[in-house]
């Protein structure tokens, strides 16, 4: 090997080995969804402290676009904490120190609330503690969507403005188009399938939930294993 090659063999080394320096200092930092990271207090009936994950998975971001699809045929198989969790924290968690998340919001406001429809009940998701509050202790899954095919999905969320936060709805409306995208995305990372949809008994969810006249329930997505 000459000299030549020598050298440009070692300086793309060295820069391998500064980067993976550098990630393990992020690594280091700590989200609460990291391991190692901030988790709050246990588990409790009405509440539900989501696992924390490492975020080295090999699977592309190319992939998960290639694999990116609608479904419209799940199989009523309960998520397990891990792949709630990851679901959840790449639809809106937290990935930097500073509490900005994975996914972009006018000013920075966040008025879109996470809501999880599961066998257990609906929970909001709170991305700060990377956990999931139970704001209905009953299964209302079938009473969300107009389409039967969507009723045995495992998890189904609802997105929901909250006025109070922002005046700007069409700010919120793509918060929650880039929340939809990320949710697709780690669906397909998982080997699972996904669908948002506008077929939604809104008004019947609305009093079901008790929500307040600042809440608006916008749309819904589907996600879990498939047939």
Same mark, same amino acid.
């Given at each position: 090997?000459?000299?030549?090659?020598?050298?440009?063999?070692?300086? $793309? !080394?060295?820069?391998?080995?500064?980067?993976? /320096?550098?990630?393990?200092?992020?690594? $280091?930092?700590?989200?609460?969804?990291?391991?190692?990271?901030?988790?709050?207090?246990?588990?409790? #009936?009405?509440? @539900? /402290?989501?696992?924390?994950?490492?975020?080295?998975?090999?699977?592309?971001?190319?992939?998960?676009?290639?694999?990116?699809?609608?479904?419209?045929?799940? +199989?009523?198989?309960? %998520?397990?904490?891990?792949?709630?969790?990851?679901?959840?924290?790449?639809?809106?968690?937290?990935?930097?120190?500073?509490?900005?998340?994975?996914?972009?919001?006018?000013?920075?406001?966040?008025?879109?609330?996470? !809501?999880?429809?599961?066998?257990?009940? +609906? &929970?909001? &998701?709170?991305?700060?503690?990377?956990?999931? /509050?139970?704001?209905?202790?009953?299964?209302?899954?079938?009473? @969300? #969507?107009?389409?039967?095919?969507?009723?045995?999905?495992?998890?189904?969320?609802? &997105? /929901? @403005?909250?006025?109070?936060?922002?005046?700007?709805?069409?700010?919120?409306?793509?918060?929650?188009?880039?929340?939809?995208?990320?949710? &697709?995305?780690?669906? *397909? *990372? !998982?080997?699972?399938?996904?669908?948002?949809?506008?077929?939604?008994?809104?008004?019947?969810?609305?009093? @079901? %939930?008790? %929500?307040?006249?600042?809440?608006?329930?916008?749309? *819904?997505?589907? *996600?879990? #294993?498939?047939?």
């Amino acid at each position: 090997m000459d000299r030549r090659a020598f050298f440009r063999r070692a300086t $793309a !080394l060295s820069v391998g080995l500064f980067a993976m /320096v550098r990630g393990g200092k992020t690594w $280091a930092k700590g989200l609460p969804s990291d391991p190692g990271g901030a988790t709050g207090e246990a588990s409790k #009936p009405e509440n @539900i /402290v989501l696992p924390p994950f490492e975020k080295n998975k090999n699977f592309t971001l190319d992939r998960a676009l290639l694999e990116r699809k609608t479904t419209r045929s799940f +199989v009523d198989r309960p %998520l397990s904490r891990e792949e709630l969790s990851r679901l959840l924290w790449a639809t809106t968690g937290v990935n930097r120190e500073d509490g900005h998340r994975t996914t972009p919001s006018g000013q920075g406001k966040y008025p879109v609330d996470v !809501l999880a429809a599961l066998r257990e009940g +609906v &929970y909001r &998701y709170e991305p700060k503690d990377h956990r999931l /509050v139970r704001v209905f202790p009953e299964d209302i899954r079938e009473k @969300i #969507p107009n389409q039967d095919s969507f009723k045995k999905a495992a998890i189904i969320v609802l &997105y /929901v @403005i909250n006025k109070d936060k922002t005046s700007r709805i069409e700010f919120a409306d793509i918060e929650i188009g880039c929340m939809s995208q990320d949710l &697709y995305l780690e669906s *397909a *990372a !998982l080997g699972m399938g996904s669908c948002m949809f506008a077929g939604v008994r809104i008004n019947d969810v609305t009093k @079901i %939930l008790g %929500l307040k006249e600042s809440q608006i329930l916008r749309i *819904a997505q589907a *996600a879990g #294993p498939t047939k």
